[in-house]
């Protein structure tokens, strides 16, 4: 009798289990996350696989930036998955998809950035970045030439750092009613 019971338990603990899978693995889909392992996660769920994980000002654990002393780069992706393909930063905005289906400037510099912090923290291939705008994915193929445009572009940043004047690098006034410097900017579009 104890037996059969001890056996009923053992076999809805599996079901318990196996439900719960299947939950965890309807959940990623539906996520829209790439398929692969979490590395990483800004988002409220640290993982701690790439970096420790500290408390927050609330009190809740969170990842630590990804540092790259060699690049003088600091930031935090939302997640980083490792996927059959190779390691890969997700950014996700609140956003929807820029029209066109082009992804801005900034944000593919943003994800590119990520990409670079990946490959040089775990030290592997990074084959591509993705940014999940509110309605829908963009990949971000990080080549070459994107690494090449981003390393000048930390570059001409450094530069800008030392420099007594550094002038507004766009003309979009909504970009600047955004800014956090617009009320110590002379150059400000917003009214």
Same mark, same amino acid.
Request: proline share 5%; hydrophobic share 40%; net charge negative.
């Given at each position: 009798?104890?037996?059969?019971?001890?056996?009923?338990?053992?076999?809805?603990?599996?079901?318990?289990?196996? %439900?719960? #899978?299947?939950?965890?693995?309807?959940? /990623?889909?539906?996520? +829209?996350?790439?398929?692969? &392992?979490? @590395?990483? $996660?800004?988002?409220?769920? %640290?993982? #701690?696989?790439?970096?420790?994980?500290? /408390?927050?000002?609330? +009190?809740?654990?969170?990842? &630590?930036? @990804?540092? $790259?002393?060699?690049?003088?780069?600091? #930031?935090?992706?939302?997640?980083?998955?490792?996927?059959?393909? +190779?390691?890969?930063?997700?950014?996700?905005?609140? $956003?929807?998809?820029?029209?066109?289906?082009?992804?801005?400037?900034?944000?593919?510099?943003?994800?590119?950035?990520?990409?670079?912090?990946?490959?040089?923290?775990?030290?592997?291939?990074?084959?591509?970045?993705?940014?999940?705008?509110?309605?829908?994915?963009?990949?971000?193929?990080?080549?070459?030439?994107?690494?090449?445009?981003?390393?000048?572009?930390?570059?001409?940043?450094?530069?800008?750092?030392?420099?007594?004047?550094?002038?507004?690098?766009?003309?979009?006034?909504?970009?600047?009613?955004?800014?956090?410097?617009?009320?110590?900017?002379?150059?400000?579009?917003?009214?």
């Amino acid at each position: 009798m104890m037996t059969a019971l001890l056996l009923a338990v053992a076999f809805a603990l599996v079901l318990l289990a196996v %439900a719960a #899978g299947v939950a965890s693995r309807r959940a /990623a889909r539906g996520s +829209g996350l790439p398929r692969g &392992r979490m @590395l990483y $996660s800004d988002t409220g769920f %640290a993982v #701690g696989k790439v970096a420790p994980t500290v /408390a927050g000002e609330d +009190g809740e654990r969170q990842e &630590r930036p @990804l540092l $790259s002393r060699r690049h003088g780069l600091v #930031g935090r992706p939302d997640y980083v998955v490792r996927t059959v393909e +190779g390691v890969v930063p997700v950014e996700v905005k609140s $956003s929807r998809c820029p029209p066109g289906g082009e992804p801005y400037d900034s944000h593919v510099m943003q994800v590119a950035a990520y990409c670079l912090l990946a490959e040089d923290v775990l030290g592997e291939r990074v084959p591509h970045g993705l940014i999940r705008y509110r309605d829908c994915d963009l990949k971000v193929e990080y080549t070459e030439e994107l690494r090449g445009e981003l390393l000048a572009l930390l570059e001409e940043m450094r530069e800008a750092r030392g420099a007594e004047e550094v002038h507004r690098s766009h003309d979009e006034p909504r970009r600047c009613a955004g800014c956090s410097m617009r009320e110590q900017c002379d150059e400000s579009l917003a009214g």
